[in-house]
Each structure stands twice: as C-alpha cells, then as structure tokens.
C-alpha cells in the first residue's frame, strides 16, 4: 500500500471538513428537501403557530419548544417566526394533532400514544412498557428505520413528525396506598397513558387519559386514585408530594418516551428548501437538550422528594413487575393482531431492540452492575 504523507492526509481531512455538510445532507434520515428553486426569496417571510399539548410555559417541555422557536428564528434571520401555545390557550391539549392536521396551526408538540385512539400503531413511536430506553430508542428512530415509519405512518394524515425531545426513564407513579402485590392493582383509577393504560386494564385497573394540566386536581379530588406523570422534577413541580403519599419506581411503563413534532405538511411544503432545513436542525437540537435537561433536574429534585415529609419511594416487587410484563405482551399482541402497521413497527421495533440489547449486555448493564 503506497505511503500516505502526513502533510497530505491533513490536506484531505481539510478537504472532507468543507464538505461535510454536503455529506450529512446526503446521509441524514428524515424528511426529503422540497427545493423551491433556485432563487430563494430572502425578504419573504412566514409567521406560524405552534399548539402544544403542555401547560403553558411548562418547565422542559414547554421551555424546549420556546427554544425551538427561538432558534429557528435567529437561524432565519427572521424569516420564519413561530408562535407557541400551551394546551388550552389555542385548542384543548389532546386536540393538538388534529389541529396540525386540518392545517389551522402549522406545527404541534406533544407525545404519539396521545393520538391512539386514531392511530394504534403510533403509540411504538412514544412509548413500549419494558422497552428501550431514550438512547436506544433515538437510534431506532434516527438510525434503525423507526422514523421512516414513523413518517409514513403519519403521511395518511397528512403530518410529517420529528423527534422533539425524550423524557428518558420515568417514575412509575403516585399512590395514596401501598401495592404490594399485583391484585393492589384491582380497582384503581389511574392517569397513565397508552399501552400501559391496557396493561393496567388487564391488571383490573382503570386507565384515565388527562392531559398533564389536569392531574394534580384529578388526584386531589379523588376523580383518580393514582398518576403518573414523568419525574422527580416535573412530579415535584406539580406538587404530587403534597397530595400522595407513596412513590414508586421503576416507570415500567415509560423507559424513555419520545416526544415529537407534527408539521402540517402542506405548510412544510410551502417552505424554501434552507428554512426547511433550519426546522430540521432545530428540532434535532432541541430532542438533545430535553432529554439532558430531564437527566440534570430530575436528580437534584430527586433530592427534594426525599428530603419532602411523609413522602415514601418504594419500588414494584419483582412479582409485580413480571405480571405486568405478562400483561404487557398479552396487550401488545392483541394490537398487532388487528392493525396491520402496528404488526410492521413492532417487528421492526423489536429487531432492533434484540440487537442493541446484545450491545448493552456488555456494555452499560456491566458498568452499572460493577461499577455503580
């Protein structure tokens, strides 16, 4: 092999440097550049709204996609400013998807096991119990195919989602009475979300679906008997610790839920090709700051909990959490017998889990068992 010069491998990392952007361009996954043309209007500009499905000004969620909007502005120059609501403020939380969708606002917040009820299979883009957790699960949908069905998925509707943030592991809940085994389970009313509302279902449960400005008063006036909600910071935030009594861990339910965007896609469409790009960009940044944020805050409020009184944080036996993990196939296989894509996510789903499972066997899972 012939001999490569020092002075010529850096002279080709320079030339590789300048077009690295071309590079990722070409190897980025995600939604197709819609190129206006050539001349781009550089005076145009494009005024858009954001529904969220959070509270308003809500502590990460909310505040990512304030950050969002920020960043797509100053990366414009201007040219595309977006205005965000909270739930409530334009439409009601849990009508943000259809809102995106007849095209009355151009973008939404919020997580895909909201939309179940009209989209089985999107609830694998937010959530698995017992899945992957929020690495993981960003390298399916970024790098293992995930969001390209993802996308196609949401095209019927004529959406277009990107990844937007990840909670990473959460609790598995507020209770006002202890669960030591899974017939606790029978009979209570709890705010949970998704594929875990049927897995508790099939523990003899009730799943409630409020959105996450309802809970505290769900809980304080007994409508519900439980809830669960994210974590440490956003549970303490909401004062769950001032109204119930039991914490428990681990949010079996929620390993690492993803959190998206919508894009109405005619409005995409509408866009020149660089302000399309800078939408991209900005999202992806922002998936990467909720989830360090999540991290960050959840262990210093988990500090506050502990030291709140009269609060207990118990964990689920293992008896508990193998039933569920029962109930939880037996869910997820009672949805992919009736809705075809769903059968297609998780088969995908599950490959990749399979394989990146291989990887953290030997890697994370030994790190923290020996070393933690």
Known sequence: MAKVKRKDFFKGVAVGTLSLPFM????????????????????????????????????????????????????????????????????PALEVFDTVRSGAVELGHGAAYYWAGKLPAAQFFASVPFGMNAQQTNAWLINGGGLELWQELYATYGLIPIPAGNTAVQMGGWFNKQVNEINDLKGLKMRIPGIGGKVLAKAGGSPVLLAGGEIYTGLERGIIDAAEWIGPYHDYKMGFHQIAKYYYTPGWHEMGTELELLINQKAYESLPSDLQAILQTATYRVNHWVLSEFEAKNSEYLAKIKASSGVEIRKFSSDILEQLRVYTEESIEELVDTDAFAKRT???FQAFRKKIGAWSDISEKVYYADFI
């Open 346 to 348: 998780y088969e995908s």
């Open 24 to 91: 990722i361009k070409a190897l980025r996954p995600g939604i197709a550049q819609h190129n206006t043309g050539p001349n781009i209007n550089l005076n145009k500009t494009f005024k858009w709204k954001m529904a969220t499905t959070w509270p308003p000004n809500f502590p990460v969620l909310g505040e990512g996609c304030v950050m969002l909007a920020a960043l797509v502005k100053e990366m414009s120059g201007g040219r595309l400013d977006i205005q965000v609501y909270g739930g409530g403020e334009l439409v």
